[in-house]
């Protein structure tokens, strides 16, 4: 196409529905592939849904129209498909320049519109369990039954109500994991479960990872020829060896591998890649967010604060929320206690190191207060004068959020997700980073702070404004809207590839000539 042509595409009316713009003028090479890459996809994405999208550059064939270069044939089937209704076996076949979906963010509002049934597999149960995807998920099932969608959550049985938000909840029998008891773990392959979600009949899958329910998730997604979407929770090659199951990573790594992947932080996303669990290109973000109303200053309690401090609230009040786990380096805290005879800290939270940590902060003015919720968690936070989170392998740290969103300041390890949540260019803005390990950078950060009212009061508020801007239903918006339907294309694109050599083959078995094709197309 040279730049002296000028063609004005009107889109087809038996598109369903039919297609927001009521002509595409096309005057250069670029806005012909704008055209190609958006809107003719999106009208074949919204008309055909299930079916593949992405294949184009065949059609020319079927409809004898000229051309045989790649170019022409999209240009032809560009110009052919606009005046045509579009027969379902147009559709069959991959175009291999295709090298990801097209951009669902530009779509309207209402080709999002149409009611979903997502089926939802979380290990261990957001109910019941304490961690940091407890918010996440039960703040994502609150936003699809709000923006119309059909939920049913499969999750382990324990302490799982019947419904929530409407969303349909299934139980699944448990075992607890061999090296932290407290979790329960379920393959969720019952056939009573198999069942369920059949006659649910999702239009996507959405599993957490990595665990064992993730297993059950790909192979009832396999039996039922749906998109799986995985989202990954717990950074495998810091958590497995360090409880002495270094043999796992590798097929945990394997597990993830989906037709999408969600990562909580950008720097988890560059580890996923750069260990080749699964293609660049299906790894999308998951927003972060926090409950900004929840998680308020507004909470702070002196009460809360004289059973933190062990009845010494004028002291500086160290806080740490979180699972008590080999892996979150809460030894770390006992040497950063050492230099500071003054402070006190208190420890929230439940988990399989707790009793070691007790014996090692013995003597020490620490506080163990066990799983807290609720407003007396708000309390917890917001009474604290400052959040020290020594772990190295977030994949985010909700807890983080919650405590800047309290408007405490947080001192933080530069590693994992904690930078995602404290770019460089806030670091000593809204919270401080240091060195992993390196307890002088960490002291040079935390004692200006325990220090200074005044410094602390004005992070604080920089950090509870930063998070205002972080917002649940917004990042359930995205998920649902975009990176589902990137799933959906994918696995399209992939059940379209596999479909082909059969397609040859019958094509082999039965030619058709092309005055046949021709006719049967109405071209």
Not at 486 to 501: D, E, Y
């Amino acid at each position: 196409m040279n730049n002296s042509t000028t063609l004005s595409l009107s889109i087809n009316p038996s598109f369903s529905p039919p297609f927001p713009s009521p002509a595409t003028l096309i005057t250069t090479p670029s806005s012909f592939s704008t055209f190609r890459q958006n809107s003719l996809r999106f009208a074949f994405y919204r008309s055909f849904g299930s079916k593949p999208i992405a294949s184009f550059c065949r059609k020319a064939r079927l409809c004898s129209l000229q051309g045989s270069s790649s170019a022409k044939s999209r240009k032809s089937f560009a110009l052919g498909a606009t005046e045509m209704t579009i027969a379902e076996d147009c559709l069959l076949e991959a175009v291999e320049e295709e090298e990801g979906p097209p951009d669902f963010s530009l779509l309207d509002p209402e080709s999002n519109s149409r009611p979903r049934r997502i089926a939802l597999f979380v290990e261990p149960s957001p109910f019941a369990y304490v961690s940091g995807y407890k918010n996440r998920f039960q703040n994502s099932i609150k936003y699809l039954r709000e923006m119309g969608d059909e939920v049913m959550v499969v999750t382990t049985h324990e302490g799982a109500p019947k419904e929530f938000h409407g969303a349909k909840l299934i139980g699944s029998r448990s075992f607890p994991c061999p090296w932290y008891q407290k979790v329960p773990l379920s393959l969720a392959l019952s056939p009573r479960i198999i069942s369920a979600v059949a006659q649910f009949k999702p239009d996507i899958i959405h599993a957490s990872s990595p665990g064992i329910m993730v297993f059950g998730a790909l192979i009832i997604a396999k039996l039922l020829s749906v998109p799986i979407v995985m989202s990954y929770h717990t950074h495998v090659p810091v958590y497995i060896p360090r409880y002495t199951f270094s043999w796992l990573v590798q097929p945990m790594w394997w597990v993830i591998t989906a037709d999408l992947t969600l990562v909580p932080s950008a720097a988890i996303g560059r580890d996923l890649e750069a260990a080749r669990a699964t293609a660049a290109n299906k790894i999308r973000l998951w927003n972060k967010g926090v409950d900004s109303e929840s998680f308020h200053p507004r909470f702070k309690s002196h009460e809360m604060r004289l059973r933190l401090s062990n009845g010494e609230p004028d002291k500086p009040l160290i806080v740490h929320v979180g699972r008590l786990g080999v892996e979150k380096s809460l030894d770390f805290l006992r040497s950063l206690m050492d230099s500071l005879p003054e402070a006190r800290i208190a420890f929230i939270g439940d988990g399989p190191s707790r009793e070691d940590l007790e014996k090692l902060f013995e003597g020490m003015p620490a506080v163990f207060t066990g799983m807290l919720g609720g407003e007396e968690l708000s309390q917890a936070y917001a009474s604290g004068d400052v959040f020290v989170m020594p772990s190295e392998s977030e994949t985010l740290g909700l807890v983080v959020l919650e405590a800047m969103s309290s408007g405490i300041p947080v001192v933080g390890a530069r590693a994992g997700g904690i930078p995602d949540i404290i770019p460089e260019d806030q670091d000593g803005k809204i919270g401080f980073l240091y060195t992993p390990g390196d307890l002088e950078d960490c002291l040079s950060k935390l004692k200006p702070l325990l220090d200074d009212k005044d410094l602390r009061e004005t992070m604080g508020i920089a950090a509870r404004l930063e998070m205002e801007k972080y917002d649940w239903r917004a990042a359930t918006r995205k998920i649902r809207n975009e990176n589902y339907n990137a799933a959906i294309w994918f696995w399209n694109k992939k059940r379209a590839q596999l479909l082909r050599p059969f397609q040859w083959l019958a094509k082999r078995i039965f030619p058709s000539s092309p005055d046949q094709e021709g006719n049967s197309q109405g071209c």
